[in-house]
Structure formats: structure tokens, C-alpha cells
């Protein structure tokens, strides 16, 4: 591999993308021999974590909708800047659970903002950059919302407790994603067993180390 990769993890809450990510990391480092680095956001370096803490604080019950939506751009450009970027120019594969998708499927298609100011927005903090792959893990929202529930590790943040419906835009947004971008966006039935995720993950991600 002569450059890096980014390969983003999306989907609805409670879709386990976070459990798969964990899962395929130590094999992808085993097997590569480029770099592995596993990230996430809104997060990923002191600043961005920072802003995470205020965006998802369940106590922030007034923010608005277009300061949430900044703030998540702000800590994406953030993480760009310390972390991607130089990862990438290394030559690393980086591995980030939710991105610019996220923005779109939550904000966009979820809180109802414009999705052409969203687009623009991260096209602007990522200096267009895309990520090379995108896995979307597809669960129902009721599926998703109920594993939050059993999860008893999991932090309850501020968008877990929006209504069902909330959660039912986010899927139709990252449905209409994925059938719009199909050459970076797959799509992973995420209502498998783990374990046939976990390998459908490895694959994909090998597929793709291989042609690059
Ligand atoms: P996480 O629970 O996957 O760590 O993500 C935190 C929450 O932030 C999750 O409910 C999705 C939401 N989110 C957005 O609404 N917009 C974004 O741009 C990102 C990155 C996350």
C-alpha cells in the first residue's frame, strides 16, 4: 500500500459498529503491513473529545440544531488537522467509527437542516477529502434503540433519547446515502450474527488494501 485509506463505520445507533470496529482492528493489524489506526468522532483527539462532551451532554436540552451541526464540524475539522490527515500522508489505513455521513444522515435527513449547507460544510472542514470506503451497518431503529437499552456499558448521550422517529429519518438518510454513492458506500445487514459481520468486514476492507 503506497498511500493511506480511510475507511468510515456508519450507521444508527445501537448498530454495533463500535463492537465490529473492535473486533477487526487486532486481525487488520495482524495481517497488514501498513499502519491500522482506529479512531472516531466526534472525538479522537483532546479538542474534539472536548466538543463531544458539550454536543452529547444530556443536560444541553436548548441546544440548537445548527449549533449541534457546527459543533460536529468543528470537531471533525479539528480531528482532520491532529490526526487523519498526518495518518494518512504516512500511509496508514485509518479506521473512523462515523464521519462526514453522519452529519448528513443525523443533522440532514434526522434534525431536517439544509443538506446542501451540510454537504458544503464538510466538504470545507475535510478539504474533500472522502473516505475511500464507507461500511454502513443497516439495523431498523426499533433493533438499534433496543440494544442501546440492553447495553448497560453504553453511555446514554443526548440524541440516544430522541424520539423513534428521529431515529427513523437517520436510517431512510443512510438508505438514500448509500443508493446515491454506491462505489464508496456498502451496505451490511447488521442484523446478522456478530461474528458473520465481523467477517464480512474483514473482507471488504482486505478487498479494498489489495486494489489500492
Ligand atoms: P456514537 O454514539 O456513535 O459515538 O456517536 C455519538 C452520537 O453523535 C450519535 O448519536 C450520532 C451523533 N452524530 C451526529 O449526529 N452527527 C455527526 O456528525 C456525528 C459524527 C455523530
Given amino acids: 500500500m503506497t498511500k493511506g485509506l480511510l475507511i468510515s463505520f456508519e450507521g444508527p445507533d445501537g448498530a454495533g459498529k463500535t463492537t465490529v470496529l473492535e473486533r477487526v482492528l487486532p486481525s487488520l493489524q495482524a495481517d497488514l503491513t501498513a499502519n491500522v489506526l482506529a479512531t472516531r468522532e466526534p472525538g479522537g ?12 451532554d444530556v443536560k ?23 490526526k487523519i490527515m498526518p495518518a494518512l500522508t504516512e500511509g ?31 466538504a470545507y ?6 473516505p475511500d470506503l464507507t461500511l454502513y451497518f443497516d439495523v431498523p431503529a426499533e433493533v438499534g434503540l433496543e440494544r442501546i437499552t440492553r447495553n448497560k456499558k453504553r453511555e446514554i448521550n443526548r440524541l440516544d433519547l430522541e424520539e423513534l422517529d428521529m431515529h427513523q429519518r437517520v436510517r431512510q438518510g443512510y ?9 464508496r458506500i456498502r451496505c451490511i445487514d447488521a442484523t446478522q450474527p456478530l461474528d458473520s459481520v465481523v467477517t464480512e468486514v474483514v473482507e471488504q476492507i482486505l478487498l479494498l488494501v489489495k486494489d489500492s
Fill in 60 to 82: 444541553h436540552t436548548r441546544m440548537d440544531n445548527k449549533t449541534e451541526l457546527l459543533l460536529y464540524m468543528a470537531a471533525r475539522r479539528q480531528h482532520m488537522v491532529e
Fill in 175 to 183: 438508505q438514500e446515502l448509500a443508493q446515491q454513492n454506491p462505489e
Fill in 92 to 122: 496508514s489505513l485509518v479506521l473512523v467509527d462515523r464521519f462526514i455521513d453522519s452529519s448528513m444522515a443525523y443533522q440532514g435527513y434526522g434534525r431536517g437542516l439544509n443538506k446542501s449547507a451540510i454537504t458544503w460544510l464538510n
Fill in 45 to 56: 483527539i483532546e479538542i474534539a473529545e472536548r466538543i463531544r462532551e458539550v454536543i452529547l
Fill in 125 to 130: 472542514v475535510t478539504d474533500e477529502r472522502q
